[in-house]
């Protein structure tokens, strides 16, 4: 009956000592909160309850909106503007996973293969956030330009035939087209997916790779069961990072598009600034609220996630 | 023995509860003026929550805590003349070393510390490293820091909570001394809350030992060693054979008591356990105060000494000693340590053996307690 | 084959810097077209070398006014939001209370919602309210939105904090507003640090929420929407590449002061 004691497991439950949240003032918490929170009640959720019910409002400009409980107008919005709607998933989707490819690579160099050159590239990738986007998404209209010479080497190697034949191109141009479009929204949420991505690949323990090798694993092989699953929290909050703003996104489609690449932001700040139609903006920017916040919650559950960013 | 009894800790039906569940079950302890005294247990036993309440950092729900004649169950942690040394150091990684040291001194007001923060880097060897970030100290030297930053203000207790847990075994036994040494040279009330025993029994004067909320024995690391009382405090501290066993006669200052087949004596002082006759009672034996003898030398084994007969499970030479494995129609498992004086080739795994040792250094349990507590390898509530 | 051993090793280097490239070839055209001297009203072909819009940085009606507006904002807006922020963050990790799961959803939304939404509905409370759009509706939407961004940068510094230095603050006689001082504020400033610089970013780029809600207010990022239809100037570009060296150059001096640092002590 006996054996050596070095440190025996806990008996009881954790002494409780550390508890994270501790009562100090009953009521310190809640000045703390209230100036901030009353920001973003008045601010922000008020707001949206404002636009829930001009949305159902009918009425002129000159005359006054009343509240009717016009649900037409959603409908209507709707079936006008469903093209656009679309339009913006897809850009949106189609500019996120283009981010996911191209950021990976770049997210992982930083991560793990930078060595001394880490900082550096973390300040690269930062610094353009400090030029204007707007100055820099004018910046692709140089380098997309019709006699520039990336459409001349997409000519020439017949690339844009097949984005032509795609529809995502038309004629000898890449401005004003769908792809110039999607390439502006990749660029300009290229470092909302790295910087999520490389914060949670940094916190991979190198060793693991090791562990994986030593287990037989091929490097891709390492990457697929090891690296990938474990940047997951990276992955989600980056895309949502880019989908999010890519969705509601105009300026791109405004700058770098036509007539043809218009998205619903673009609608929305149509009927809101010049139209002035506030209750169709209104349901507009509420159906796309709506459908965000519904898209953005399926995948969160289904991805496992529940913190972010 | 000084007369000042300003630094005597006394906590007087001190408890602690979360809701359902009780840290500390109500306690009466005293430490006096100038002791090292230890708080012993595994984690979760209370023992960092008595801690915590000394220092003021958790409200009891019971009880007082009094420093000399001073009530200070209700003082904050910033009015009490008591400092900590606490786990994993908590040095402020924004201030270099002097700054950390000078902290407490700064908060009460006092201007020129530079001579008085000097002298106690000084003391604990680290008056190169002033300037320093925490962060850029190894682990002994971020350790002497958080001594230095609690002694500078002379506080009437000085507490460490597993002060000493973050280091590797080699530095802890070096800081083990070292905070021996300090703690003689300063001359204050040192109470120290750790899970190592055999930290607690190097430096300690006087040991509490912990478990589930309430302190299982206190006493001098010897007597506690030597002398448990309890099933918990027999296997925590160090290793004991327990054997159960039936009270066969009881005269005086021996008790006799019936193990297999064997009769073994114990003192009737040494026996924790009521033990009326006919009774179960729990036989202690430490491993090293056990001697081996092959089957066939039973002969030479003197007369009086308690005995049992056995046979050598598995043997494992460690350096000084040999730690057998013996199974005994009375007990299975019995560990006995053997110096490694003269080894007998005989004695390996099947042999026949007798195990025989003093009855004065065998003590008595009740047997009404669970027999493994404290082994580290009991079944967890 | 060592030309593809070598491709395939190198293959994540060759993807990452091809990404790096990508994120900083627009910036080498800004920098480029800063020196140009073009045609007509569009800054967007190459045409001859030029230093006068560097020698003329505000050589443009009201450029230069709309980003003294834009820096105004953006330097308000930073204080409000980070104020407003590290407040709430201090109280979310450290005090419990009802209506954590409502308040944890209140900022998360709004990181979570298209900014035209965001923009078009506070359009709608100011028009509704009748407020007159300019300086103070900007301020008041970019604080909405730099806050919660605040709250995340300051929330994950003083979770990860160790609840013990502030324990041995009160152990080694600092009160309640010492210990804030002295230790929580000191260790927490990398976090709110971070909040307040990307408010700044924030605040000074945006262009969709201040679109909405700035009345006839002309902020740098609307001089630019604005001009690329009327024409852009060179000066564009000018502000844009010394935005972009300040930032770097910035950066750089800190690293090299806090790595002196370093090296002087250790």
């Excluded at chain 2, 700064?106 to 510390?113: D, H, L």
């Excluded at chain 2, 958080?146 to 036994?173: F, M």
Aim: proline share 6%; aromatic share 10%.
């Amino acid at each position: 009956m006996s054996t050596l004691t070095e440190a025996p497991p806990p008996l009881a439950p954790a002494e409780p000592a550390a508890e994270a949240p501790r009562k100090r003032g009953r009521f310190t918490p809640y000045w703390l909160l209230l100036p901030g929170i009353l920001w973003l009640i008045v601010f922000f959720a008020l707001p949206l309850v404002y636009q829930a019910s001009t949305s159902v409002q009918t009425g002129s400009l000159e005359e006054g909106y009343k509240v009717t409980w016009h649900f037409a107008t959603y409908w209507d919005a709707l079936s006008e503007y469903w093209p656009q709607f679309l339009r913006s998933l897809c850009y949106a989707a189609g500019a996120t996973v283009l981010c996911l490819l191209l950021g990976y690579p770049l997210a992982y160099l930083i991560a793990f293969r930078a060595g001394r050159w880490r900082n550096l590239i973390m300040i690269l990738v930062i610094a353009p956030f400090f030029t204007s986007f707007l100055i820099r998404t004018l910046a692709w209209k140089t380098i997309l330009a019709d006699n520039g010479p990336i459409v001349h080497a997409l000519n020439s190697l017949h690339v844009l035939d097949l984005t032509n034949w795609l529809g995502w191109t038309a004629g000898d141009r890449v401005l004003a087209t769908p792809l110039a479009v999607v390439c502006g929204l990749t660029y300009n949420f290229l470092p909302f997916m790295i910087l999520p991505l490389y914060t949670s690949l940094e916190r991979i323990d190198g060793r693991l790779h090791e562990a994986a090798g030593d287990l037989y694993a091929k490097p891709w092989t390492t990457f697929r069961k090891v690296t990938f699953p474990l940047s997951m929290p990276g992955v989600v909050s980056g895309t949502l990072l880019t989908f999010i703003p890519a969705a509601g996104d105009y300026v791109n489609s405004e700058l770098l598009g036509s007539t043809d690449t218009r998205m619903i932001g673009n609608v929305i700040q149509t009927q809101f600034l010049r139209i002035l139609d506030y209750p169709t903006a209104a349901a507009l920017s509420f159906i796309l609220m709506a459908a965000i916040l519904a898209m953005v919650t399926i995948y969160i559950r289904r991805s496992g996630t529940e913190d972010l960013v | 023995m000084t007369t000042d009894n300003s630094g005597d800790v006394r906590l007087s039906g001190i408890g602690k509860t979360y809701g359902a569940f009780t840290a500390v079950h109500p306690l009466d302890l005293t430490v006096p003026q100038g002791s090292f005294f230890a708080l012993l247990g595994a984690s979760g036993c209370g023992k960092t929550t008595t801690l915590r309440m000394i220092a003021g950092l958790e409200q009891p729900t019971s009880g007082t805590v009094r420093l000399g004649d001073q009530d200070v169950t209700h003082l904050p942690p910033y009015k009490r003349p008591v400092n900590t040394v606490f786990q994993s150091y908590a040095l402020f990684p924004h201030l270099d070393i002097f700054e950390n040291v000078a902290f407490g001194l700064r908060r009460r007001g006092i201007k020129s510390v530079k001579k008085q923060v000097e002298e106690m880097l000084e003391l604990v060897q680290l008056g190169e490293q002033a300037r320093k970030k925490p962060h850029q100290l190894s682990g002994g030297q971020q350790q002497r820091v958080a001594v230095a930053r609690a002694l500078i203000n002379h506080p009437k207790v000085l507490l460490l909570d597993e002060p000493l847990g973050a280091l590797d075994l080699k530095l802890r036994r070096q800081m083990q001394l070292e905070l021996k040494r300090i703690q003689t040279e300063v001359g204050i009330t040192f109470i120290h809350v750790t899970h190592d025993q055999e930290e607690a029994m190097t430096m300690a004067d006087t040991v509490a030992v912990m478990n589930g909320g309430r302190v299982e024995q206190l006493g001098a690391p010897t007597d506690l060693y030597e002398n448990p009382k309890t099933t918990f405090v027999a296997n925590f501290l160090g290793t004991s054979n327990l054997i159960e066993a039936e009270v066969d006669t009881k005269d005086g200052a021996d008790v006799v008591v019936k193990a297999g087949g064997d009769k073994l004596v114990l003192p009737a002082a040494r026996c924790s356990a009521p033990a009326p006759a006919g009774g179960k009672v729990l036989v202690g034996i430490r491993p090293e105060k056990i001697a081996l003898a092959h089957a066939d030398d039973a002969g030479a084994v003197p007369q009086g000494r308690n005995r049992l007969t056995g046979k050598i499970a598995d043997a494992s030479f460690i350096g000084v000693s040999t730690q057998y494995v013996i199974d005994s129609p009375a007990c299975a498992g019995l560990s006995v340590y053997v110096q490694n004086v003269e080894r007998d080739a005989r004695l390996v795994p099947g042999a026949d053996v007798v195990l025989h040792w003093s009855p004065a250094h065998t003590f008595g349990l009740d047997a009404a307690q669970a027999i493994d507590a404290g082994t580290g390898e009991e079944v967890a509530a | 084959m060592p030309v593809v051993n070598w491709l395939k090793r190198h293959l994540v280097v060759i993807a990452g810097l091809f990404t790096l490239a990508y994120l900083l070839l627009p910036n080498v055209i800004v920098t480029v077209f800063s020196f140009n001297k073009p045609k007509g009203r569009f800054n967007y072909q190459w045409q001859r070398f030029s230093l006068d819009a560097w020698k003329k940085p505000c050589g443009v009606a009201d450029m230069c006014g709309s980003l003294s507006i834009s820096l105004q904002i953006a330097v308000w807006a930073t204080l409000g939001a980070t104020v407003l922020g590290t407040m709430i963050a201090f109280a979310l990790v450290r005090y419990r209370f009802r209506a954590r799961g409502a308040i944890n959803s209140l900022i998360f939304l709004p990181m979570a919602m298209p900014e035209v939404v965001m923009a078009a509905s506070l359009l709608t409370l100011f028009l509704n309210l009748g407020a007159q759009l300019g300086f103070w509706t900007i301020l008041i939407a970019h604080i909405m939105f730099c806050l919660s961004f605040v709250v995340t940068a300051v929330k994950a510094r003083v979770m990860s904090m160790d609840p013990r230095l502030e324990e041995a603050a009160r152990d080694l006689y600092a009160g309640p507003v010492q210990t804030f001082l002295r230790v929580t504020l000191p260790i927490a400033a990398p976090g709110i640090a971070a909040g307040a610089l990307l408010s700044f970013a924030l605040s000074f780029d945006d262009f969709i929420i201040t679109n909405f809600n700035a009345g006839s207010t002309v902020t740098f990022p609307m001089f630019v929407w604005g001009s690329a239809q009327r024409g852009t100037p060179v000066q564009i570009n000018v502000i844009g590449t010394a935005m972009f060296l300040l930032a770097v150059l910035f950066v750089l001096v800190s690293m090299l002061i806090t790595n002196r640092r370093n090296h002087q002590k250790a």
